[in-house]
């Protein structure tokens, strides 16, 4: 019987795209590390792309976690839920007090929680890390957002920061905090990255279908963005696709793929965290409910027939000027999102005792993440330089480039909704701004209703306490 030298690392267990990219990133850093996986064709990749030959795949679990130096380090890399569950409950007769798990993959912060406290019952190490980058961030330096027993996390951290993309010769890592704030993070991360995409479709519909611009005259207009303020991964990766063609064809594989949006949940459950905390994310609650509308296709043509909206002449419309106010709507659309995300956080972190450090995400956001941008530099200094920052629109530069870009958005809405052009994320953007920046509003109206006919009871300015009216005589409901 072969004896099996522990000579590993690290443990990868899932060897699809991102389990194996993140494998060779650490050979690539001189990390030796061990991959297991029950499909087998998966692990003869792993060892053919590693040109530094520092990883060896497994087909044998025993084997595996028997070829990983101990304490053992090993990172579950498989689809959220149940199978997180069965992996564990696989691993745990294997394994001895003191190894360490890292759940890698997008798993909701709930299930995070229990199995930190289950795992720690077993004498093992754990901590759930949410990481953002796909497969080229995996490859050549993802963002991390590790959380939970630090103890685990320092064990970690060379390997993290050796992985880790960098900017300004930081690593986009750090430790977020305790139980499940790693993939708490990344859960808000995904919910900005839905509120984010939601805005650049909405601009490529204004662009293709009120300013009739071609493919290349989108992908060049995206490039130029891309070169300015609007500076991102999103931006940039978009004026990639309104170029790619497939081989032998002479358009766009874009204009082949249908408009029908999946998703896996993440933005979901930020909208589902945000109201039960009772923070207000409409943009990102608006783009959930996007992808839930666009995948009622049939629906969708049917009423584009029946309800048709006339649009100006083509000719009345000066290109310069609107895709100028296009980019101040979505320069503004887009700190509003970024700070619905961040409200989020800053709540967050009080409701469940994260302290979270807003300032340290902003900065590890700034490079090999999706949602990375030119605008995080300026949301990681305004949370460095005030650690108590209520709300990101309370910075003065940040103030300075919403008034700067306010005239846009305005002006892109009224000539969308005048057009029959829905940009209902744009909306909200807006609507988050103006309302909350709106000192009264006519919410005591709806405190008035709702003592009215269910005597909830109300606050009067000024007076302390709670009030209940009898507002009329009790009527027939007929």
């Known amino acids: 019987m072969e004896t099996i030298q522990a000579g590993f690392d690290f443990g990868m267990i899932g060897l699809g795209t991102m389990g194996r990219n993140l494998l060779l990133n650490m050979s690539e850093h001189g990390i030796k590390g061990a991959g297991y996986d029950k499909d087998t064709t998966k692990i003869p990749l792993l060892e053919q792309e590693d040109e530094d030959h520092n990883t060896k795949g497994?087909?044998?679990i025993t084997a595996f976690i028997k070829?990983?130096?101990?304490?053992?380090?090993?990172?579950?890399?498989?689809?959220?839920?149940?199978?997180?569950?069965?992996?564990l409950e696989e691993l745990i007769p294997l394994l001895d007090k003191g190894d360490i798990l890292i759940d890698g993959g997008n798993?909701?912060?709930?299930?995070?929680?229990?199995?930190?406290?289950?795992?720690?019952?077993?004498?093992?190490?754990?901590?759930?890390?949410?990481?953002?980058?796909?497969?080229?961030g995996a490859r050549y330096g993802p963002s991390m957002m590790p959380g939970g027993d630090k103890t685990a996390y320092e064990v970690m951290k060379p390997i993290l920061e050796?992985?880790?993309?960098?900017?300004?010769?930081?690593?986009?890592?750090?430790?977020?905090?305790?139980?499940?704030s790693g993939h708490f993070v990344k859960t808000v991360h995904n919910g900005i990255e839905?509120?984010?995409?939601?805005?650049?479709?909405?601009?490529?519909?204004?662009?293709?279908y009120f300013l009739k611009l071609d493919n290349a005259a989108i992908a060049a207009l995206f490039e130029k963005w891309n070169n300015g303020r609007l500076?991102?991964?999103?931006?940039?990766?978009?004026?990639?696709?309104?170029?790619?063609?497939?081989?032998?064809?002479?358009?766009?594989?874009?204009?082949?793929?249908?408009?029908?949006?999946?998703?896996?949940?993440?933005?979901?459950?930020?909208?589902?965290?945000?109201?039960?905390?009772?923070?207000?994310?409409?943009?990102?609650?608006?783009?959930?409910?996007?992808?839930?509308?666009?995948?009622?296709?049939?629906?969708?043509?049917?009423?584009?027939?029946?309800?048709?909206?006339?649009?100006?002449?083509?000719?009345?419309?000066?290109i310069g000027h609107q895709t100028k106010l296009l980019e101040d709507a979505f320069y503004f659309a887009m700190i509003s999102t970024y700070a619905q995300g961040m409200h989020l956080l800053s709540k967050?972190?009080?409701?469940?005792?994260?302290?979270?450090?807003?300032?340290?995400?902003?900065?590890?956001?700034?490079?090999?993440?999706?949602?990375?941008?030119?605008?995080?530099?300026?949301?990681?200094?305004?949370?460095?330089?005030?650690?108590?920052?209520?709300?990101?629109?309370?910075?003065?530069?940040?103030?300075?480039?919403?008034?700067?870009?306010?005239?846009?958005?305005?002006?892109?809405?009224?000539?969308?909704?005048?057009?029959?052009?829905?940009?209902?994320?744009?909306?909200?953007?807006l609507g988050y701004f103006d309302s909350l920046k709106k000192a009264s509003s006519g919410s005591n109206l709806i405190q008035a209703q709702r003592d009215f006919f269910g005597a909830h009871q109300y606050e009067k300015i000024n007076v302390s306490g709670t009030f209940h009216t009898q507002w009329t005589g009790i009527k027939s409901s007929k």
Not at 386 to 405: A, C, G
């Open 107 to 136: 798993s909701f912060f709930q299930d995070t929680r229990r199995r930190d406290i289950y795992l720690q019952s077993k004498g093992l190490h754990f901590f759930g890390m949410g990481i953002s980058g796909g497969e080229e």
């Open 194 to 208: 839905y509120g984010l995409m939601q805005l650049i479709a909405e601009t490529y519909e204004y662009l293709k």
């Open 231 to 318: 500076q991102s991964f999103l931006i940039e990766i978009t004026s990639e696709i309104f170029t790619y063609k497939e081989k032998g064809e002479n358009h766009i594989l874009l204009d082949d793929i249908k408009d029908e949006a999946k998703a896996k949940g993440t933005g979901k459950w930020t909208s589902q965290i945000a109201m039960d905390l009772d923070v207000p994310i409409p943009t990102i609650d608006t783009a959930v409910a996007m992808r839930n509308l666009s995948i009622y296709k049939s629906l969708r043509t049917l009423l584009g027939d029946k309800y048709k909206t006339e649009t100006h002449p083509e000719e009345a419309v000066d």
């Open 348 to 429: 967050a972190s009080e409701a469940y005792k994260y302290d979270l450090n807003i300032a340290d995400i902003a900065r590890i956001w700034r490079g090999g993440c999706i949602i990375r941008s030119e605008f995080l530099n300026t949301i990681y200094k305004a949370y460095s330089n005030d650690k108590e920052l209520d709300h990101l629109f309370m910075n003065k530069n940040v103030e300075s480039e919403l008034k700067e870009t306010e005239t846009g958005i305005r002006s892109i809405l009224q000539t969308a909704i005048g057009n029959g052009l829905g940009m209902p994320a744009f909306a909200a953007s």
């Open 162 to 180: 050796a992985i880790a993309a960098k900017v300004d010769g930081e690593a986009c890592v750090t430790y977020i905090g305790p139980e499940a």
């Open 58 to 60: 497994f087909d044998d």
């Open 67 to 87: 070829s990983i130096k101990p304490p053992r380090a090993i990172m579950m890399l498989v689809p959220a839920g149940k199978i997180v569950d069965d992996v």
